[in-house]
């Protein structure tokens, strides 16, 4: 049995290797977590004794293959559960992460498949992120950042990076969502920011910050 913060930790240092592709340092690991170096440093230690990770002072961490499955059963509870609460409890996209922060440390293998099995068995959460299989496997599709994409160029939004509640937010409040297709129309020298046109034909203005936290699949 993993305490909750031995499962926060696992999946901190599976997420930042994602983003780095390379071994996490403590200090990413901390900032992370918001907490202090030396503390990260103590729960390193008692997970390496776990053979969870692979660690030597000063040069890195990383997931053995029984961290990696352990790392995607808790994103899987985490994203099956922001399904459930967005599809049959009425939450909003921008609501359920706090909440399914919560729920994806519940252990029963049971409940996960049941309510895997309840939903349909979804490939993709609320915020387009892929579920991993029961057995560990996770599917990441071809996507390509909104912000790089050439002029006259369209795609479907199919996920986004940023999942704090000001940004989603403000995606409903000028009503952009997924799966809607988007063209770039013009993009404006001085700031990089993009005029966009929807697939209803209406057209947006939306800055650098909002095109690089945007995916599409072209």
Same mark, same amino acid.
Not at 29 to 37: R, V
Not at 40 to 52: A, E, F, P, Q, T
Not at 175 to 180: A, D, I
């Given at each position: ?8 930790y ?6 930042l ?15 992370? =977590? ?7 440093? @103590?729960?390193?230690?008692? =997970?390496?004794?776990?053979n969870?990770i692979?660690?030597v002072?000063?040069? !890195? ?5 029984e !961290?990696?499955?352990?790392?995607? /059963? ?5 994203r099956?559960?922001?399904?459930? =609460? ?7 996209w ?7 922060e919560e ?10 498949q049941?309510?895997?099995e309840f ?5 993709? @959460? ?9 057995? !560990? ?5 071809d /996507?390509v ?8 160029t ?5 996920s ?6 000001l940004?989603?937010q403000h995606?409903?409040?000028i !009503?952009l969502?997924l ?5 770039i129309?013009?993009q404006?020298?001085y700031?990089?920011?993009l005029?966009?046109?929807?697939? @209803?034909?209406?057209?947006?203005l ?8 945007? =995916?599409?699949?072209?």
């Amino acid at each position: 049995m993993l305490s909750y913060t031995e499962e926060n930790y696992i999946k901190t240092i599976y997420k930042l290797a994602q983003i780095g592709n390379q071994e996490v340092n403590t200090n990413a690991i901390a900032e992370g =977590l918001q907490t202090k170096a030396a503390s990260v440093s @103590d729960m390193l230690r008692k =997970l390496s004794g776990k053979n969870i990770i692979y660690y030597v002072k000063y040069k !890195g961490v990383s997931l053995t293959p029984e !961290g990696q499955q352990i790392a995607l /059963q808790i994103i899987r509870k985490h994203r099956l559960w922001e399904v459930f =609460l967005v599809e049959k409890l009425k939450f909003n996209w921008d609501e359920v992460h706090e909440v399914a922060e919560e729920l994806e440390h519940i252990t029963s293998p049971l409940l996960v498949q049941r309510l895997d099995e309840f939903l349909g068995f979804p490939k993709i @959460d609320p915020h387009g992120d892929p579920i991993p299989t029961a057995e !560990g496997i996770i599917d990441y599709p071809d /996507q390509v950042v909104v912000a790089n994409l050439g002029l006259n160029t369209s795609g479907v939004v199919s996920s986004v990076k940023d999942t704090q509640p000001l940004f989603l937010q403000h995606l409903d409040n000028i !009503g952009l969502c997924l799966g809607m297709k988007i063209t770039i129309v013009n993009q404006i020298a001085y700031d990089k920011s993009l005029e966009i046109k929807l697939d @209803d034909h209406k057209t947006l203005l939306i800055s650098h910050e909002v095109a690089r936290n945007i =995916l599409v699949i072209v």
